[in-house]
């Protein structure tokens, strides 16, 4: 089992409260960019390990991923808002700085210790954050009216109480909160396992996120595609029971009708337009039509937006923001890397089938970038650093280990 109990290495903790301190991000102080508390870890890390300190050779699909990233930058060099290009560029190199103190220090521990901290700190995560919203709908005398209004973990947005943890946004805490789901699917014959998807479900549901719900819906059908017929039919019985006790739970104790609000959050789709996205990616495809091979610059179409068509707003969809703002050039690079990393991925499942829920958070990752706005968010780092770990073999592991005591 991943939470049995042995001897942990003097990494384990100093991990752990950097894996944790991602997901606090809403602690930060504002420089024109946002200082978040992993950053500062992580620089005091890498001056504490300086001296054993290793860059892993990259992998094929980290290569791509650098490339990618030097070019996206490189755009703002020619943007009409420079100033918007600095802030991003500062952004992705703090990310991936963080990625590569992300894989060195995760190479310094055993699989089981890692697997250990991601379920842990899953469980705090999701825990917390439910006891905020709880605070919040408390606090609010359980009153769901309103719209962009804020208590402790509970957004009030067009009526609708939406869970927003220990973050700012219920959309991304979706994709904050992936990994955990699928890895707590997949190590559900655990009683942590079992008490950690519980939670994760019900503070997936609770942020009722369209997209995100349907990322997460999908990606589950992916990772139990993988499992034993046995295995299979258990979940396929277990996962709408646990659904019922926690739709029946919330409505007693939070007095929330899922079920009804959700009814409305469909019906809302033709109306609202997606939230304005279909209006907004229209608007970003006449941008990259005049600007098609290099695009419009680094996170320059936040500013076009406001200029051409009178509101500055976000892409909410990944790809197309990459296409808009680095052109053809950049997609490209992108979707390599992109497809390289599912190649890698496959690679891994191909030879242990318990680790698909990589995929399954992988795709659910891959359908919420249609959405949001993420490329240079930590969320997006830390799961691919994720992937790099469980592409690290034990034997290499042993082999590391042996020459760090030499």
Known sequence: MIYEKKRLSNNYFLIFILVFSVFLGNLNVNFGFALKPHMVLMVV??????????FHKPQSHETFMIFFYVFYCLTGVFSTYPMASIR??????????????????????????????????????????????????????????????????????????????????PNIFVVSNTIFLFFFLANMKDKKGKIGFVLALITTILTFSRGGLLATLVGIVITIA??????????????????????????????????????????SVGKDGGSGRI???????SLFLNNPIQGIGLYNFRDYSADFFGEGIYMHNTFLEILVE???????????FWA????????IVSKDKSKAFLLGTYVSISISLMFLSLIASEYLFLFLALIWRYSMTEKEYLYRERMRLE
């Not at 890390?45 to 300190?53: N, Q, Y």
């Not at 034993?228 to 919330?250: D, E, G, M, Q, R």
């Not at 680095?326 to 390599?336: A, Q, R, T, W, Y």
Request: no cysteine; charged share 10%; net charge positive.
């Open 45 to 54: 890390i890498f001056m504490l390990t300086l001296s054993k300190f290793v």
């Open 88 to 169: 991003l560029t500062i952004a992705i190199l703090i990310g991936l700085f963080s990625y590569f103190i992300y894989k060195f220090l995760f190479s310094n521990i055993t699989l089981k210790e890692f697997e250990r901290i991601i379920g842990t700190v899953g469980i705090l995560y999701n825990g917390i954050s439910l006891l905020f919203y709880l605070f919040g709908l408390i606090s609010n005398q359980f009153n769901f009216y309103g719209n962009g209004i804020r208590f402790y973990g509970l957004m009030l947005d067009r009526n609708m109480p939406r869970l927003i943890g220990i973050l700012s946004d």
């Open 226 to 267: 993988f499992f034993s017929v046995k295995t299979t039919v258990k979940i396929f019985f277990a996962v709408p029971i646990i659904t019922w006790i926690s739709y029946f739970t919330v409505l007693k104790v939070m007095q929330i009708d899922i079920y009804q609000i959700f009814i409305k959050r469909m019906e």
């Open 279 to 285: 209006e907004i990616w229209n608007n970003g495809l």
């Open 326 to 336: 680095s052109g053809v050039i950049g997609s490209v690079l992108f979707f390599i």
């Open 340 to 347: 390289l990393l599912f190649l890698k991925i496959m690679s």
